[in-house]
């Protein structure tokens, strides 16, 4: 167990953090709070939180923002706070999709880290002007694909990356849920109403909310790199506009071979992510629902149950890891550590130095992975599952 | 609880059996045998065991079948069974796939009834003759789609009819094994030679060996038809003559679709074929590891285990177990239901009477499908992956 | 896989076998059939099926015995069976208990060996009697504990033996049901009526029907010897006249200690038989429900799931397993593997040669100590749980 | 999902904590620490967090407490901090057990609300004086049983209280772990060291630092009183000065019966907290592994698996969620809701009003009745496993 994350805390005080979305009524606000304050790296002190004033200043004094700083929108929170000398260090930005790319944009120019929810953009041309505005700004950019910061799949990793496996030849990865069976959009959910809408979704329903999840998962843990895909979307749910089921074969750069299926209409699955890596010497598998553990199979021998901070566990499961194992840590955990990882990198910016040795996190450049992987799978789907270059 | 195979038994004696293949080496025909015996029903009474006489004779000789009636080839014992009084009334085929559709037309020809292993033929054009013979002759054809003998299967199929998953979306069927994932056929395992052989297998490596059971079972949970399909084969291991994985999207009648995969070279999966399949209403889930359970959700309500036997079983599940609940069944209770099936429908053959109600077996249609699904999966494969209509 | 039991069969043909009791409505009756048809050492040519004589003939003819060789009493049929060329060579004593003993005495007085259920008499007087005849007689006499029979307890026992726990510190033994939780017996339950009469049961309810068999799997796993007990023996259904529910504690010759739980009304549990032992140096844990598994961890490393005839199967598995893992054997195969082993020292004491190497099984000492166990629970309990002394 | 804390946080702003123990190396105050955190309602700013100054100093300024608010003893901190305005009004106390109760004193005596690891004294004395003393100075005192706080333990207790489960029967509670397999406390383990030191640990050894925690709970759910008991207390690892395993029957006030088994020395249990309840109409299992899931049979129906914030969620286990089901919470959300709990309570104490309907935590009777535990356990233990009287 290696994380108390006050220690750097302690090294010129917590990080001050601004947020955009995240009011009344939404999930992933609370989320990323909670996120941030287990490793105590992060003191939220800004937010936007809400298009809707009287909405995002009742949320702001809710939990703790000073009113000062509770903002009508965030433009005018980017301009502020760049102009305060106890400016926001960070911005998290936690809104529907069409959202993050002109959010992050304001806070990269005005000189603020941005820490961004997935999918990044709602297009790969929003996502490429974001990648060359990182690139110039030099700020950082932080993704929240949160299931990277599962102390398991970290372990998956380095087993692929050291040969555990051998040569990797498929990788199956897949995201069920049934949340959306009927047409929870019509019946007053708010998260259903924005995720199944073009507007603010994008062009992926399914592909864009979860299908994105699995395959940066997939990307993380094999580290193989997609050379095309084909894809099949559907929208089962009779009205619905966006896709809700999704079917993908994948070729990796080397040979190697995947699938993908993610869902909202496959009932009896809550958050079903499952990954599973096959190769010429070994093979893992791990669920998200149960994240602590990690199935590895070498090759001719009896498959072995690898834990969280138990025997079998390696040190970059270790160093994400907050309690001895057979004390479940879970998603909440998980997120944290992105933040926690953000945070090593904040400090580090700080004065210019490196960031400590192994701290990782999801980037722009996985942003833009995933918004080709939506684009290429909704062009596919659209032109009767051919296959798309994506390298 | 209802099977007590001797029942029937007295009804006119035990069913007169032979076999084709299933001599020394062979792992299949002992599971056949164990399977004819579990529920009395069948007497080996004669066989040709192997292409090697001296070989034929020696097996012959340690599982008490009579020198007399052990035969040089299957071409004899038909011709000679069928010209005694007390002859086979029946012939399993365990031999290597090649092998199917010659011994089974000399057997039908001769008035035999045949239970015979899958893949049933190696060619579309055989199935679709020895359809056209079945019907001709009017004898009996039991294609040995073991696991439909299984009796959660039996319920979820049932199930599924009745409507309780509501109008079904998806159909997702997986059978990975890993003991391929090295050249098992060059290290002196037989069943890797014959399997890995074009000649004897016929122009499917893994999608004939399982992936036909993952599509056959699909078929009979579902009750669906498939439209088209889109498959990708790959052959992993340098050298190897056959597919051993493949991935397979499917579109059946009606707009539900399904994935299929079947992989010889997954570490860490042993008999890995799971089927889910999700509706409108609920979804269901099945693992052939642990065949006496299913798990079964309606839409909105918690997740029920339903057990063989156990609270939740249905009659048609029921029908087909012999032992409580929690004591469990496996795969030669599911193998040895098919043979109970078979000689149901045997003695009801003998005096022209229906077979009791209820009776299920997998047939030469469904031996049909299964080549038909091969022959499209690597056509569709071949021509880089289109859909090919099935129906 | 090293069962082919045909190729014994050969040896001189199938073994005589005759049972007592197992008429229409038992249920262990047709299991033990079952049993003696898989491996194919056995034919089943008489019988005294039940004390109804009407009821007994036709239970006999519906499972093919001749009609003189139904007996309508089992001194009558040791007696017949004796004297007849062609008499049985083993019976099968499948009644309740307190028919075991006086019908073992009169088939080992004929000179007829025993398979016999469990718990073997109703008395530790009786059971001792039974074991001075068995000595004194020298026929067989095998008990069918059958959870000794399934392959990884077979393992588990050798690991045991060989070391791989070390010393042993602590066994787990539990086996709870719930099918006792309301009055069966008063609504038409056949099986619960005998079982909670202690007429016809002993002594024992829970306790005999299946604490004995927790109790002699813990001790064939662990290789210990009881030296005291403490019970606490309860009814929790009113009316009942035996135990529905037992706990107890164990203290073994060398310092291990146990607990042992069997109940018959913990909603929810089938036939949850569960064994785990620790020792100095690992620990095994292993479920009825789900056979083919054994959990097993060495200190300080990984925990292993072991399976049978998988990569991590010992040779005393793989001698007593049919068919490759992940195709799951059962209770029926469990239950005919101690067939099988009777079989292997019926056939030898033909000759009067050793059984083959391995040949495993419960015996008439087994039995005892089961009635000692039993005896002693019952003792404790009605002593206010002080301990009671067996070694 | 109803947890929110930070709206409470509004409501007068963060409480303000201070913390005795929890300084470098310690592995429960950091877990305090988060716990406070996560849902934010507390703000650390005091601290005794060493009884080394030097380490407590270092301790200090490394999770962000103000140099002047670091204190070389909990009797000057309680004093001091009693005198500032802005004094701590809680403090939380997760030293080893013998500092507990003369912690605790000094600061009720001093006004402050206590939070208190357990067990919470080291002797059945010293709890009782502490009730008296919580009886008379009116404070607050939080017993942190902390598996008491996860949802689907909330559900089970609310469950058991609606009468789901009919009158209960049995209570198998159980904690096993192998950390203490060898003597971890001579080989530099800091938590072994105090854990098996009667000196710091009080009469119990695993008895105190889980068998407590595994009582407590089957408490909790069952809602039953614990009549009498009968321990067997063993230490298995030479040398070791207190038990690492222990044995007990319960009896229940009302009739019903129980198991509870805690190891320390089970190789291949992380942290194996389970428990079952069994009633006359229903069961429930629960493992703390995972804890997500409830287990639930009602007499005659199948298995159901309730999730936490799925279909099958209570009011009582929404209550105390944060995120929806599907996506694990573990150890540390339901610690933190301990900490949630307490703030409803503390801040409701600030004005004299009653705290949230459904406020629920354990208290300094559950303390007490966890010290009578040990105490009776290890008396019962002494004699040769005798009851002992509870009530």
Chains 1, 2, 3, 4 share one sequence.
Request: net charge negative; proline share 4%.
């Amino acid at each position: 167990m290696a994380i108390e994350g006050s220690k750097q805390q302690a090294q010129g005080g917590r990080i001050r953090l601004g947020m955009v979305g995240g009011g009344h009524g939404a999930f992933i606000g609370a989320v990323h709070r909670i996120a941030a304050r287990i490793d105590d790296q992060f003191e939220l002190v800004a937010g936007a939180l809400s298009s809707d004033p009287a909405r995002a200043n009742a949320s702001a004094a809710e939990i703790g923002i000073a009113p000062d700083r509770s903002y009508g929108s965030y433009e005018e929170m980017a301009k502020e706070e760049a102009a305060r000398p106890d400016g926001i260090e960070a911005v998290s930005i936690v809104t529907p999709n069409h959202v993050h790319a002109p959010a992050a944009r304001a806070f990269l120019e005005a000189g603020i880290h941005v820490i961004c929810d997935k999918p990044m953009t709602t297009t790969v041309k929003e996502a490429e002007e974001l990648v060359a505005l990182v690139e110039k700004t030099g700020k950082l950019f932080v993704l929240t694909h949160n299931y990277t910061g599962y102390p398991m799949i970290r372990q998956a990793r380095a087993m692929v990356a050291a040969g555990e496996l051998g040569d990797i030849r498929l990788v199956q990865a897949e995201y069920p849920q049934d949340w959306l069976t009927e047409r929870a959009e019509l019946a007053g959910s708010k998260q259903a109403e924005w995720r199944t809408d073009p507007k603010r979704s994008g062009a992926g329903g399914s592909i864009g909310d979860i299908g994105t999840h699995a395959y940066n998962l997939a990307a993380f843990v094999s580290g193989l790199e997609t050379q095309e895909l084909l894809a099949q979307l559907t929208t089962f749910v009779p009205g619905r506009l966006l896709d809700d089921d999704v079917q993908i074969l994948l070729r990796y750069k080397g040979g190697a071979r995947g699938m993908l299926w993610a869902s909202q209409v496959a009932v009896g699955n809550e958050n079903g992510l499952k990954l599973r890596v096959y190769g010429t010497k070994g093979g893992l598998e791990w669920t998200q629902a149960d994240p602590n553990y990690l199935w590895f199979t070498r090759f001719g021998e009896p498959k072995q149950l690898l834990t969280r901070a138990g025997a079998g566990a390696w040190p970059q499961a270790a160093r994400v890891s907050r309690i001895p194992s057979g004390h479940p840590e879970g998603y909440l955990e998980g997120f944290a550590t992105i933040y926690a990882e953000a945070a090593r990198a904040i400090r580090a910016a700080r004065t210019g130095a490196e960031p400590e040795e192994g701290t990782l996190y999801p980037t722009v450049r996985d942003g833009l992975a995933g918004m080709r992987f939506i684009e290429a799978a909704v062009s596919s789907s659209s032109a009767d599952n051919i296959w798309i270059k994506l390298a």
